[in-house]
């Protein structure tokens, strides 16, 4: 078939002479003249729907649709966008990969070959989720940690190395190497793909697209490359050659003017960047940034930028390409040939540089004189929070009183600066901790951080690890108090792909410790660079000893406490927490900092710069104010202020030779093939084509395609006689619904672990079993943090915290898992009420299966976060939205209703809903809501019972 714009197909040369093919806008423009001034990011997804525009998947009108985007306009039609390729990290990658194998079983059982099922464009999966931090402050750290993740992953990693030999483009780079979006930035984008060169014909060019698993995939757009997080149910369908479908955008500019003072990082912009949109509510926008200050941002700044493009809840934070990204892929080490062909391709398509003020039409325009940033945390509760370093004592004294509604910590003052004696002896007698010595100044020095030698004789190492888990020794006495700084992590692909803000912690560390200061030996303490690349340049820096001195060693390659890694404290340290209930805090460089998401007994949780977590861990407190208070003393006892050891731009600068290695780069990434490591060689995983599923508590047979039949069974629209499983307040996250972290011994997954003869210390985290349905099914509204609000107040005003509902009738107590099965057997639908921005923080497709395991057929909230809102849709879940100034609460409900859904037979995008309830007294009334099902092809998706059968069903019928 011709190509309906077949006349766009040009030529261009690279600056050596080689010619190429590409679909070229300059020429399309000559037709619809609005596409010189559309954003770069929407020119970019207008490349792929020209470039794929097959009268099938992308139709012309979807080109003419595009190439009319207007700035202001109401935002009804889909855009079916087909990326260039999938990044997955493992956590999300495992339970995909079990799909694709189930959906590879159907297609067995069918008679077909098992090939059918096969990903059509190239996808890479990461391990970097896995690895916690059990061992820190010592050079065998690294070591320690990484056996005891391969301990604890064996299965998950022979599940990869079957999928390795099963799929012909599915590739792995193994554990330690990095973490996903920084080695994405460092190694796997290559700038311009192009097709394979048919004979007589010149390969056709395209530039680098993808959706990743994974929220902050964002990073990519630092680089020019349009991609975003999606749920794992979403990146099946791409990876299978479905379009991403998304509601056309409106683009927020974001204008950069001046420049960054002296000391202020790339991690205080985005601090502030976050804070500024998320005050301009660029939910489900692109935003594009441009202007002079952000012509002289490095990309790796820029990457932080992009990165963060979750918390501040835009789909895209994007920079297009210029001058500075074709010095980023020199110095990563791409090849010649490559960077030629993705410059040249950019200016022929007339989308390099950094646009002016002015050159584009955007949807709205914000804008930031870099020259008034200013040094930073945000938290104690969310990345928007942003806190200017001087006023963070005043903000958490302030917040330790004030009740919960105003984000606070509702603990009487007077007991702000209370310390509690810590015996390490006596708490594991269970006696002495608690008692209290008012008014305490200061931490007492600890000693040894942990017993770090794993002996010979222990028969296993999670035994080893028993006895190996940091402790406090018999006599190391001290005292614990509200704002004591426990964890300090330099963590997260944010900061750690930034080779100036890591720069600056080594520095920082450096001119600490020829002071004499030192970190309190209690204060977990860690290092966990995003490539091995950045202990290369520390190295040659000359700044690891100084890191390593004050306990930064690097303890992993991957996500640790940015995922919740974060390895234990001291069971001394959580017995005194929870006993005095004090507020503890972490500081770290990661981008979330939700409740129960660093560690389940800090409460207090501030993401900072690299550097700034040095000085935390120094002076071990945010009740002091760093701009006016020493961080500690000195030799002799000398008072050391912040602005003594903070390193100038000129001593960073003087460093950054040392992390642009070209070459340093390339021979690090070979070795992914050539030299992936020792533990991950002896992994053997099954063979063959069908996977056989052996005996697993890691993986499990997916049972999303039971009873899978070529037509659709999912006709019937709409609940009827639901019962409402929990009442839930605003910002639920998707950790709150599905969490990542520890599974509690006394839990449903903690309960059927130990059944199935698993022990405790071997449960790992609900993220490293996403492969294993029983135990994520479970686990769903585990969270020990979330709050079901059908559970009246203790007398207090307080709230229970887990996931916990009331059986009704009757109001029974018991776990929403126990709950879901009880009503799921009698036959009873169930619905989940919640606030607005539900399913908010990482994207999570376990956050939808889980729900739809547990049988909850809709979720009615305030307003939807949008991944998880079409990850419901995709499971077959019907989200469902209050109109403006409805909420449960206004409506009166309580939890012992039951409820019907009203939708008329023929399903529309956004149509009206009525919300039926039926009171226990026997009374009725009625609300209307609104649909979320937003797009023709979600209609679809619902009808097929979600998007896996729907995609299973084409490629059978293929
Ligand atoms: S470091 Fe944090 S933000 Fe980066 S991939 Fe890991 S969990 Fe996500």
């Known amino acids: 078939m011709t190509h309906a714009f077949a006349s766009t197909l040009q030529t261009f040369k690279t600056a050596s002479g080689k010619v190429g093919s590409f679909y070229s806008l300059p020429v399309l423009a000559k037709q619809y003249p609005n596409i010189a001034r559309l954003p770069v990011s929407i020119r970019i997804v207008l490349e792929s729907v020209l470039r794929n525009c097959d009268g099938k998947r992308v139709l012309p009108e979807h080109v003419v649709e595009v190439a009319g985007w207007k700035p202001n306009a109401p935002r009804l039609d889909e855009v079916p966008f087909v990326v260039a390729r999938v990044v997955l990290q493992d956590f999300t990658g495992v339970p995909l990969l079990a799909d694709l194998a189930a959906m590879r079983n159907v297609a067995h059982e069918m008679g077909k070959d098992a090939k059918t099922i096969e990903p059509l464009v190239p996808v890479d999966l990461v391990v970097d989720h896995s690895i916690m931090i059990d061992y820190f402050g010592t050079k065998k750290a690294l070591d320690l940690n990484m056996k ?68 902050h995939t964002t990073m990519i757009n630092g680089i020019g490359v349009v991609g975003w997080g999606v749920g794992g149910i979403e990146a099946e369908a791409a990876m299978l050659g479905q379009p991403v479908y998304f509601l056309t955008p409106d683009v927020v500019g974001f204008e950069f003017t001046g420049k960054l003072r002296e000391g202020v990082t790339a991690t205080d912009l985005v601090l502030a960047v976050t804070e500024i949109l998320r005050k301009a509510k660029v939910v489900g926008k692109f935003v594009e940034f441009f202007g002079e200050g952000v012509a002289g941002l490095a990309v790796p700044d820029r990457a932080t930028m992009a990165n963060m493009a979750p918390e501040y809840g835009a789909t895209m934070g994007f920079f297009p390409v210029d001058d500075k990204t074709i010095e980023y892929f020199e110095g990563t080490g791409r090849t010649r040939q490559e960077i030629e062909a993705f410059q040249a391709y950019f200016k022929a398509q007339g989308m390099y540089g950094i646009p002016r003020a002015g050159a584009i039409d ?112 018999a006599h190391a006495d001290m005292t614990v108090g509200n704002g004591d700084v426990l964890i300090a992590a330099i963590t997260s692909c944010t900061n750690t792909s930034n080779p100036g803000v890591m720069l600056a912690a080594g520095l920082l560390a450096k001119k600490a410790v020829e002071a004499g200061l030192k970190v309190k030996p209690h204060i977990k303490t860690s290092l966990a660079p995003g490539s091995r690349i950045v202990t290369e340049y520390l190295t040659k820096a000359g700044l690891i000893p100084f890191l390593e001195k004050l306990g930064f060693n690097v303890a992993a390659y991957g996500c640790t406490t940015c995922i919740g890694n974060a390895g234990d404290l001291t069971p001394e340290l959580n017995e005194a927490i929870t006993r005095n209930d004090l507020i503890c805090a972490a500081v770290l460089s990661g981008n979330r900092n939700f409740e129960a998401r660093i560690h389940p007994n800090l409460k207090a949780n501030f993401l900072a710069s690299p550097p700034l977590v040095v000085a935390y861990a120094l002076c071990g407190t945010v009740l002091k104010d760093l701009m006016t208070e020493p961080v500690g003393q000195g030799k002799g006892g000398k008072d050391i202020y912040l602005g003594d050891i903070w390193p100038t731009s000129d001593e960073i600068a003087a460093l950054m030779k040392h992390a642009m290695n070209g070459k340093a780069f390339k021979a690090n990434y070979d070795k992914v093939a050539s030299e992936p490591g020792l533990l991950w060689q002896k992994i053997k995983g099954v063979q063959g084509q069908v996977y056989s599923w052996p005996d697993s508590t890691y993986i499990a047979k997916p049972p999303f395609f039971a009873g899978f039949e070529m037509q659709p069974q999912h006709t019937e629209v709409g609940v009827k006689g639901a019962r409402a499983i929990g009442l839930f307040g605003d910002s639920i996250t998707t950790d709150h619904i599905s969490p990542a972290g520890a599974i509690k011994e006394a839990s449903p997954a903690g309960q059927w672990l130990k059944e199935n003869g698993v022990v405790k210390a071997d449960f790992n985290s609900y993220g490293s079993r996403r492969g294993n349905h029983d135990v994520m099914m479970r686990g769903t509204f585990a969270n020990v943090r979330i709050k079901n609000l059908m559970i009246p107040p203790e007398a207090n005003g307080s709230r229970e915290e887990g996931g916990v509902t009331l059986f009704q009738p009757g109001g029974e107590k018991m776990f929403i898992y126990d709950a879901a099965m009880k009503y799921m057997a009698e036959g009873t639908p169930t619905i989940v009420f919640g606030g607005e921005e539900y399913g908010t923080g990482s994207s999570r497709d376990w956050a939808a299966k889980g729900t739809q395991l547990l049988g909850i057929k809709a979720v009615v909230a305030k307003s939807f976060e949008r991944i998880h809102r079409s990850n419901l849709v995709g499971m077959g879940v019907l989200p469902l939205q209050f109109k403006p100034g409805d909420s449960w609460e206004s409506l009166g409900i309580q939890g012992d209703e039951t409820f019907d859904v009203d939708i008329v037979a023929d399903l529309r995008p956004q149509q009206d809903a009525t919300l039926v309830i039926h009171s226990a007294d026997g009374s009725s009334r009625s609300v209307q809501l609104t649909l979320r099902i937003d797009t023709p092809i979600e209609v679809d998706y619902y009808r097929h019972g979600g998007i896996l059968p729907f995609v299973l069903r084409q490629l059978l019928a293929a």
């Open 148 to 215: 005891l993740e391969f301990r604890r992953n064996v299965e998950r990693y022979q599940f990869m190395k079957w999928g390795m030999q099963a799929f012909d483009t599915f590739g792995v780079v193994p554990p330690g190497f990095g973490i996903v979006h920084q080695v994405n930035l460092e190694y796997l984008a290559r700038g311009v793909f192009k097709t394979a060169a048919k004979k007589g014909e010149l390969p056709v060019y395209y530039p680098d697209s993808l959706v990743g698993t994974d929220s």
């Open 362 to 473: 955007y949807s709205q325009v914000v804008s930031l004189d870099l020259g008034t940033v200013t040094p930073s945390l945000a938290g104690p509760k969310r990345p928007q929070d942003r806190i200017e370093l001087g006023h963070v004592k005043k903000q958490f004294t302030s917040l330790f009183s004030k009740p919960p509604t105003e984000n606070g910590f509702n603990q009487p003052a007077a007991q702000l600066l209370t310390r509690h004696l810590v015996r390490a002896q006596d708490a594991r007698n269970g006696e002495g901790v608690g008692a209290k010595i008012p008014n305490h100044p200061s931490v007492l020095p600890g000693a040894p951080r942990f017993v770090e030698e794993m002996t010979a004789n222990k028969p296993t190492l999670a035994a080893a690890l028993h006895e190996a888990e940091p402790a406090l020794p």
